[in-house]
């Protein structure tokens, strides 16, 4: 299937904002929810953020709630992810990717599958 293709990453100073996005061509991506990833090199994949297909129900790590903001527009087969107050520690590759397996575990990068190719986001001190 056609992957996903992530934008809108940047360098930013601490403090600042960026707004991701992940679009999807084609209705394979129709109904499923979407989450954003970052990996720094020499680490694991890390779960951002998550939102369902009516985006009724978001999920956020806890290192990122309350200053990122997930958000979707289905007539536009996109999923954004606004980041605010940044901080040096969210420089990262972020990935988006569609969850293909169910159940309560939103964190696992082995629940989703058509990978992006990544946006850098670089956060200055």
């Known amino acids: 299937q056609v992957p996903l293709v992530e934008s809108g990453g940047g360098l930013v100073q601490t403090g600042g904002s960026l707004r991701l996005s992940c679009t999807a061509s084609?209705?394979?991506?129709?109904?499923?929810?979407r989450g954003w990833f970052r990996q720094v090199p020499g680490k694991e994949r890390e779960f951002v953020s998550a939102i369902s297909w009516s985006g009724g129900s978001t999920y956020y790590s806890d290192s990122v709630k309350g200053r990122f903001t997930i958000f979707r527009d289905n007539v536009k087969n996109t999923v954004y992810l606004q980041m605010n107050s940044l901080k040096p520690e969210d420089t990262a590759v972020y990935y988006c990717?569609?969850?293909?397996?169910?159940?309560?575990?939103?964190?696992?990068?082995?629940?989703?599958?058509?990978w992006g190719q990544g946006t850098q986001v670089t956060v200055s001190s």
């Open positions: 990717a569609r969850r293909v397996r169910g159940g309560s575990d939103y964190v696992s990068p082995e629940r989703y599958d058509s």
């Open positions: 084609g209705p394979a991506f129709i109904g499923y929810t």
